[in-house]
C-alpha cells in the first residue's frame, strides 16, 4: 500500500486517507471512501485537484475484507461477531460460560504488523450478547502475506476465543457454624452464593447448614456428592484459618485431597481449594458473602466449565490479583 497525493483525475478507485470536508464544514468525504468517477466533480468543487490517498498493491487487502477473514479464522465455539466497520470487528458471547484464550495464539497475532486483537480477562464468566473482545486492523488494508501468517498461527495453535459452556451444572453449598449463628450465616451466605451459581447458567440442587464439626462436614460432603453435586461451595461462621483446621480435616474425612489452602488474591486469601475425586470443593473465604468480586469469581467459572484448576492455576493469579484498592 502506498499513500500519495493523486491527481483527482487519476483517483478512482484510490481510497481516501483522511476525511474531507465540505464547505459547511460537515464530512463530505470519510476516511477509507474508495473513490468512485462519479465522486470528481464533487471533488473538483470542494477546490480539491489531488487526493491524499492509499494506492493498494496488487497483494493488498481492503481493511474490511480483512477483517472479516481473520474474525472468521479467530473465533471459535459460542461466539458470535459483528458485521466488518471500518477495518473492526466485535466479539459476544453466544451463550453462558466462561471465556477461553488462547494466550498463545493471541499473543502471536497481536505481533504481527497491522493486526490488534484485544479481550477482556480470560475465564471471565459471560452471558449471551456480553462484549468479549475486539479485532482491529490498522490501515486501510493488510498485505495477503500478514492475513496468511495470521492463519498460519491460528491452525498450528487452535482458535483465540471460545466459550466454555458450563458442564458441571449440579451445585451444593454446605455452610457451617453454631446454632445460634444459623440464621445469621444463611442469610448472608447463602444468597450472593447462589447468585453466582445461576448467574453462571448452573443450579443450586442442596443446601446444608452443619455444625462446625469435621463429623458434620465430612457427613455432607458425603451427602451431597452421592446425591449428584458436581461442585461444593463450603462457607460458614468462620473462615478456614490453617490447613489443618476443621473445615480441611473434615474434607479429608470425607475422602478429598486438599489441593492447596491461601490464595495471592485479595479480597480472598484464605481460599481452600480440595477434591474428592473429580468434584471439586472450594472452602470459599469470608468475602464470598460480598457481591464484589474475589477470588471465588476468578475460578468458579472454570470449574463450572468442567476444568481441574491446580494450585499453579491458582498461583497464576498473583498477576492482577489485588482486586481492591
Known sequence: MQLKNVPIDQSVGAMLVHNIMGADGS???????????????????????????????????PEDEAVARLARAVAGDGVASSQPSGGRVNFYAAQRGALRLNVGALQRLNELNGIT?????????????????TLKTIGLALPEATLRAAEDIVRARGVVLS????QNQKV????????????????????????????LGAQVV???????????????????????????????????????????????QAGGAIELYGAPVEPGNLLLLAYRGDVPIIGAPGCVKS??????????????????????????LAEGGLLVG
Not at 455452610?175 to 451466605?189: D, I, M, R
Request: no cysteine; net charge negative.
Open 27 to 61: 464530512k463530505a468525504f470519510a476516511k477509507g471512501h474508495a473513490v468512485r468517477a462519479d465522486d470528481i466533480d464533487r471533488l473538483r468543487a470542494l477546490g480539491k485537484t489531488t487526493v491524499y490517498a492509499a494506492v493498494l498493491d496488487r497483494d493488498d487487502v
Open 163 to 166: 466459550i466454555a459452556p458450563v
Open 206 to 252: 442442596a443446601e446444608h447448614y452443619v455444625a462446625e464439626d469435621e463429623d458434620a462436614i465430612a457427613g455432607a460432603i458425603d451427602q451431597v456428592t452421592r446425591a449428584g453435586a458436581q461442585v461444593i461451595v463450603l462457607a460458614g461462621e468462620t473462615s478456614v484459618m490453617d490447613a489443618d483446621d476443621i473445615v480441611p480435616r473434615g474434607i479429608q
Open 172 to 199: 451444593a453449598i454446605v455452610l457451617t457454624g453454631s446454632e445460634n449463628g444459623k440464621t445469621k450465616v444463611q442469610a448472608t451466605f447463602a444468597p450472593p452464593i447462589r447468585a453466582r451459581i445461576e448467574e
Open 117 to 133: 486483537l484485544a479481550t477482556i480477562p480470560r475465564y471471565t464468566a459471560v452471558a449471551p450478547k456480553k462484549m468479549i473482545a
Open 291 to 316: 457481591r464484589e468480586t474475589n477470588v471465588v469469581d476468578l475460578i468458579l467459572p472454570r470449574l463450572l466449565a468442567g476444568e481441574r484448576v491446580t494450585r499453579a492455576d491458582v498461583n497464576a
